[in-house]
């Protein structure tokens, strides 16, 4: 039966797409050298290792949102689901390279994109988690299908100017914020009753009229 090792070669911003995306070149390569694996399925879910890395106190204002007070970060940070993704690994004996490419979101109500904009530089501590179904010829030449083992794992560091060169193509000078809906129309009544030509402008005023309440 194959006993695949999953690891990660490289990985890169993938620019022409039709959502930001990362490609990461994942090397399969199976214990037997010989045998002939005739596709592989692959699914893998991603895990940011938050504790992994170490934080300057410009991250750790930033981050704030995510894990509170830097005072309670023993037991706040615990590692983040960033995502799930797949890859269908075509015919290989021994082994292959094949890219997995992995969807991104600017969605600031998401907490990995949370954790990625309030980072400074440095690398992101990912653990790679796969599973999925093995078809393969055996011995006698029949087709077996066999699942991959539950433990295969792997563990990465992605640059995190691969994901901020990402967002440039994507979203140049832009970020993205979620509304829920009535949250929105009471924005837009305020910006069309003051005449106010442009998002931009219409949440500046909101937030001076704010500090000058404070100030009062």
């Not at 992995?102 to 653990?127: H, Q």
């Not at 967002?167 to 837009?188: C, G, K, Q, T």
Request: hydrophobic letters at 40%.
């Amino acid at each position: 039966m194959p006993d695949l090792t999953i690891t990660v070669a490289s990985v890169e911003a993938v620019r022409f797409a039709a959502t930001p995306s990362i490609a990461f070149e994942l090397n399969v390569k199976n214990a037997d050298p010989n045998e002939t694996i005739h596709t592989v399925v692959v699914r893998c879910q991603i895990q940011i290792e938050v504790a992994r890395r170490k934080y300057t106190p410009a991250d750790q204002e930033k981050l704030r949102d995510l894990f509170g007070e830097p005072e309670r970060w023993g037991q706040t940070l615990r590692s983040l689901l960033w995502t799930h993704a797949s890859v269908v690994v075509p015919q290989f004996t021994g082994s292959t390279t094949v890219s997995m490419q992995v969807p991104c979101t600017f969605d600031f109500n998401v907490a990995a994109t949370k954790y990625f904009n309030g980072l400074g530089d440095g690398d992101i501590p990912l653990c790679l988690m796969f599973s999925g179904t093995v078809f393969y010829q055996d011995s006698e030449g029949s087709l077996r299908i066999a699942p991959i083992s539950w433990d295969k794992e792997t563990r990465f560091r992605l640059p995190l100017k691969v994901w901020q060169d990402m967002m440039d193509i994507f979203y140049p000078n832009i970020a993205w914020l979620s509304l829920r809906r009535d949250v929105f129309e009471l924005l837009h009544e305020y910006k069309v009753r003051h005449g106010i030509p442009s998002w931009e402008q219409t949440i500046e005023k909101v937030l001076a009229e704010a500090e000058d309440t404070v100030k009062l």
